[in-house]
């Protein structure tokens, strides 16, 4: 199962700041937070992660609480093409192997 | 430079047939991760191939097999397709073995069983 909790959708209007949540309670210390989007039916598309700090690069920013437990990706100016489902994913390491767990995700709908 | 690419786009099948769909993981990936994307299922880990051998798998029947081959890209084999197994088939490739190597993803194929 996947261990975040995100909205199932949001809107946001275009041109304006889209900040999509995720809650990771239970989190270990060593798991990184990562963020991919999916436009229809293409492969996901790698956005942004982090471990601790904030991150940011040419496509969002990654806000990340002090105890962890959840972060806020930022898409600091959201056209019509930002328009996926966002999924925020935690780190999984299983006997030393490593495999990302995807959730349901949020699916973000920029408005004209 | 070039991304991850699959061939083929689109395949279509019928039960009990065998399907075989290929991963050429980005210059300088040793890992390969094969993902299924079954509609309303979400993704789904399948295998992780990593300097040629299976290092992992997902919770699915042996007739879901794989192999890397020396150039590091990867083949996907489903034998007696059933029609639960029509999907989108993602690749991923990676750096490598441990740390925190981010995955990226190809396009998929498009695998339909009638």
């Known amino acids: 199962d996947a261990k975040t909790t995100q909205p199932t959708s949001m809107d946001c209007a275009e041109g304006r700041a889209a900040n999509l949540p995720c809650n990771h309670s239970?989190?270990?210390?060593?798991?990184?937070v990562y963020w991919y989007r999916q436009i229809h039916s293409q492969g996901p598309q790698y956005i942004i992660h982090?471990?601790?700090n904030n991150e940011t690069n040419e496509m969002a920013s990654l806000i990340i609480t002090e105890d962890r437990k959840s972060s806020t990706l930022i898409l600091p100016h959201a056209t019509l093409r930002d328009t996926a489902v966002y999924y925020c994913?935690?780190?999984?390491?299983?006997?030393?192997?490593?495999?990302?767990?995807f959730g349901k995700g949020t699916k973000l709908t920029v408005n004209p | 430079e070039a991304g991850v690419t699959q061939s083929p786009t689109h395949l279509i099948k019928t039960r009990g047939q065998q399907a075989t769909l290929r991963c050429s993981p980005i210059?300088?990936?040793?890992?390969v991760y094969w993902y299924q994307q079954a509609l309303g299922l979400g993704l789904q880990f399948l295998l992780w191939?990593?300097?040629?051998?299976?290092?992992n798998r997902g919770n699915f029947p042996p007739r879901f097999s794989g192999r890397q081959f020396p150039n590091y890209s990867s083949e996907l084999n489903v034998n007696a397709l059933e029609l639960e197994d029509s999907a989108l088939y993602l690749c991923?490739?990676?750096?490598?073995?441990?740390?925190?190597?981010?995955?990226?993803f190809g396009p998929g194929t498009r695998l339909t069983v009638l």
């Open positions: 991923a490739s990676s750096l490598g073995r441990g740390g925190t190597d981010t995955q990226y």
């Open positions: 239970t989190i270990s210390g060593n798991e990184y």
């Open positions: 982090g471990l601790k």
């Open positions: 994913i935690v780190r999984v390491r299983s006997g030393g192997s490593e495999k990302l767990v």
């Open positions: 210059s300088g990936h040793t890992s």
């Open positions: 191939y990593d300097e040629g051998e299976e290092r």
